[in-house]
């Protein structure tokens, strides 16, 4: 089994800055993709960023800018971080690992709440 624990999630003013961390544990194989997505109430959940093991990132257009993913294959962890923060990034942020294609696998964390108050 593969466990994701999600860290770094607060409370923040607008313009502020917070890092969030994930680190995964377990039956970790091959090539995928680990990242982060978010939900707000009432609202579907959302990519936010995502990197690939083989280096490819994706963005939202709305984080683009301000948010950057970084990754260590090695340790399994990967980071996120968020500046320029404004209200509509309120949300619970959720550690995502998935494996596409041959022996898939796709693996959530329990979420990480970030307010960013205005």
């Known amino acids: 089994q593969v466990q994701l624990v999600e860290s770094g999630g607060g409370l923040v003013q607008a313009g502020g800055s917070l890092r969030l961390s994930c680190a995964a544990s377990?039956?970790?194989?091959?090539?995928?993709?680990m990242g982060w997505y978010r939900q707000a109430p009432g609202q579907q959940r959302e990519l936010v960023a995502v990197?690939?093991?083989?280096?490819?990132?994706t963005y939202a257009d709305s984080v683009k800018g301000r948010f950057t993913i970084s990754r260590d294959n090695d340790k399994n962890r990967v980071y996120l971080q968020m500046n320029s923060l404004k209200s509509e990034d309120t949300a619970v942020y959720y550690c995502?690992?998935?494996?596409?294609?041959?022996?898939?696998?796709?693996?959530w964390g329990q979420g990480t709440q970030v307010t960013v108050s205005s």
């Open positions: 377990g039956n970790i194989f091959g090539s995928n993709r």
């Open positions: 990197r690939t093991s083989g280096g490819t990132t």
């Open positions: 995502n690992l998935e494996r596409y294609g041959t022996m898939s696998y796709a693996y």
